[in-house]
């Protein structure tokens, strides 16, 4: 089984986008602050399995270690949520954060959120849109076709954030993917871990 691969859980950070911008800006992202990205698990909608996921993870040569799923649009349980969950309930995983990404999905719960980014990079106790601008609720809300099954899921940290790689092309990744990359390193900041073994790797390709 996947979760035998190693005796030491793989630290894991989820983020809930996997298009094809999505997937180069996280790419981008993890460049930038020295971790690994699964490529493989992008996709609209997410084309492996949490197990599938799993052993991938367990192939990459240091944490953390940044995961994708992706519903499609699908305000019901799709290929994405079912493969987050099953990937998470693997007990050779540790994840240490997520990233909940906004959409303009309807007939979604939404999850609650610790905070979030918004287009210009600055933290919000509020939700955001896809296009970054906060909602101005009473509780810190995205919505998104991925994000309700993170409820469920007992995830230290959750921050919420627009449509990644987007934001009025605040957050291209062209530009260093700006936003998505301080959502990564707050999650890292916050979750105590210690980054000094992934900037060793910083300038290695997958």
């Known amino acids: ?27 981008e992202a993890a460049r930038q602050v020295g971790a690994r990205v699964i490529s493989r698990s992008a996709g609209n909608p997410t084309p492996l399995t949490g197990h599938e ?30 493969a987050l969950r099953e990937f998470v309930c693997d007990p ?20 609650r959120v610790d905070f979030s980014f918004d ?3 600055n933290i919000v106790s509020d939700g955001v849109d896809k296009n970054g601008v906060p909602l101005g609720l009473r509780e810190p809300i995205i919505m998104g ?4 099954v993170l409820t469920e899921c007992n995830v230290p940290i959750v921050v919420g ?3 990644i790689g987007k934001m009025y092309g605040h957050d291209a990744f062209y530009k260093g993917a700006p936003i998505t990359t301080s959502a990564i390193l707050e999650i890292l900041k916050r979750s105590g871990y210690d980054a000094s073994s992934a900037e060793e790797y910083r300038h290695s390709s997958e």
Do not use: C, W
């Not at 035998?4 to 989820?14: D, E």
């Not at 540790?94 to 990233?99: C, L």
């Open 119 to 121: 287009l210009e990079g």
């Open 92 to 111: 050779s995983i540790e994840v240490i954060g997520a990233i909940a990404v906004a959409s303009n999905t309807e007939f979604v719960d939404g999850t």
């Open 1 to 27: 089984m996947a979760s035998n691969q190693s005796a030491r859980k793989r630290k894991v950070i989820l983020i809930t986008d996997g298009d094809k911008v999505a997937r180069k800006t996280v790419e």
């Open 53 to 82: 996921i799993v052993d991938l993870v367990h192939q990459a040569k240091h944490d953390p270690v940044i995961v994708m799923f992706d519903d499609n649009g699908n305000g019901d349980e799709g290929y994405g949520e079912k």
């Open 145 to 148: 076709d991925t994000v309700d």
């Open 161 to 163: 954030i627009g449509d």
